[in-house]
């Protein structure tokens, strides 16, 4: 069944305001398109927990740091609705920019502490742009629950701690990270890498295994981040921008997982920037 797509807030207003008043509770599913099967894997959490589901796309400016990424970011619409067919969700809210960010916009939600680390150290500005659109897109859908993947942990639990502050009537719903038979995250930027950087993506996946099974015998990240740095210039990446320890809720620095901890990283392979995580 094809979804509505919906381009205007009013419009949305409309629909949500009406399962509102029918007691219907309200899953919303964000994402700035190209869906793959991480993206649906959230659609399907949705409908298991909600009456309604809406999933939006909307390729955000305020989160890129270059123009160029921003323009190069894959824009699938059409078959990004083709794939949410099979799962009959209620709405696809697509806004325009004018609609997110309507002349004399001024408002910007800032989160700190969490966002001056990982991605926010190497992407200033980055989640200013995540925790403004989510707010809106959050208040928008006029959701009882929105679901992420796990993969961008560093925005779920950004996402986590704006909700919790500004109390926002939503639940935040985390999903597992879904990952290709190799190992790699899925992820909308994979449909950037060349055949031959593909094929090689895999060993930032791999690499941090083999840093967490060091962590369970007893190492510590000194020993080990070396060793895995090499290990992923060896398969052709040209930079590491971080792979940290980090406590799982508030991001802290860890050498060693002594509370429940978070192996995260990012890295440049063939000019394009992978993130990934696993639990340690
Ligand atoms: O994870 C994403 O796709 C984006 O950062 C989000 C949450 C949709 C905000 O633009």
């Known amino acids: ?129 995540v925790a403004t659109v989510v707010t809106k897109l959050l208040l928008q859908t006029a959701c009882d629950k929105a679901f992420f993947g796990e993969k961008d942990w560093q925005q779920l639990q950004v996402v986590r701690r704006l909700v919790a502050d500004l109390n926002l009537p939503c639940e935040i719903v985390g999903c597992p990270t879904i990952r290709e038979m190799d190992g790699l995250a899925m992820s909308s930027r994979n449909l950037l890498l060349s055949d031959r950087a593909r094929a090689r993506a895999a060993a930032l996946h791999e690499a941090m295994e083999e840093v967490a099974e060091g962590l369970r015998a007893g190492r510590t990240m000194a020993e080990l981040r070396l060793k895995a740095e090499a290990r992923l210039e060896a398969a052709g990446f040209t930079s590491v921008d971080y792979l940290d320890l980090r406590a799982h809720d508030d991001l802290s620095a860890l050498e060693r997982p002594e509370r429940p901890a978070r192996l995260l990283a990012a890295a440049w392979l063939a000019g394009v920037r992978l993130i990934d995580n696993i639990g340690v």
């Open 1 to 129: 069944m094809t979804a509505p797509i919906i381009r205007t807030v009013s419009g949305l207003r409309a629909m949500t305001d009406a399962w509102r008043r029918a007691g219907e509770t309200i899953g919303a599913v964000p994402t700035m398109g190209a869906l793959h099967d991480g993206h649906l894997s959230l659609v399907q959490a949705a409908k298991n927990a909600c009456d309604r589901v809406i999933v939006t796309i909307f390729v955000n400016p305020r989160q890129f740091n270059s123009p160029e990424d921003y323009a190069n970011y894959p824009r699938t619409e059409h078959d990004d609705a083709e794939k949410l067919e099979r799962f009959a969700v209620d709405a696809i809210f697509v806004p325009d920019g004018d609609q997110m960010y309507p002349a004399g916009f001024a408002t910007t939600v800032s989160v700190a502490g969490l966002t001056d680390v990982l991605c926010g150290a190497h992407r200033p500005g980055h989640f200013d742009g």
